[in-house]
């Protein structure tokens, strides 16, 4: 409801983490839906059944809705996060849950974007893919099994054009 000049929509559909983002024209994002974690970055942890805009984010290119966080890419390449932070998701070397944006911490010139379960990833012009999170199942692709609070480069990974995160891959 109210909601125009949107060119952009991402989903976390499950049944804790259900809320949409949408990213209009003028590079605001609005949410709307589950905010039990901040999930919907407007400063609170009220459930939205319309959209609000995330506070203090303009600029924005590009947004991923993950289970219960949210990613945004700004024009100047930086990526900013909030929500659960139960495994570093957000990228800010905590891992505590914000209701507002955070910069990642240490990652520039991105130009793509993917939230997953509970991990995030990112994709630099270079074709270098970038990743944070929860890592239990090797998701981020460092060799190893241990999540990280802030990003670490995938093993292996050259020339990649396009990247898409999910639960635990």
């Known amino acids: 409801s109210g909601l125009t000049g949107v060119v952009a929509i991402s989903t976390a559909g499950s049944a804790l983490g259900s809320h949409t983002l949408a990213l ?8 709307w839906g589950n905010n039990s974690y901040g999930q919907l970055g407007d400063g609170t942890t009220i459930t939205r059944f319309t959209p609000v ?3 203090g984010l303009t ?3 590009a947004v991923s809705a993950g289970y ?5 890419l700004m024009s100047d ?7 659960y932070n139960s495994s570093g998701q957000l990228g800010d070397g905590t891992m505590n849950n914000r209701s507002t944006a955070v910069k990642v911490i240490g990652l520039t010139g991105v130009a793509a974007i993917s939230a997953g379960g509970s991990q995030t990833i990112a994709l630099k012009p270079d074709g270098s893919v970038w990743a944070w999170g929860d890592n239990s199942d090797g998701q981020l692709g460092d060799g190893t099994t241990t999540s990280r609070l802030t990003p670490v480069q995938a093993n292996g990974l050259t020339g990649v ?3 898409s995160a999910n639960r635990d891959h």
């Open 68 to 72: 219960n966080h949210a990613v945004a």
């Open 77 to 83: 390449g930086s990526v900013w996060a909030w929500g």
């Open 161 to 163: 054009v396009a990247i």
């Open 24 to 31: 209009k024209g003028d590079g605001s994002v609005w949410a």
């Open 53 to 55: 805009r995330v506070s």
């Open 59 to 61: 600029g924005v290119t």
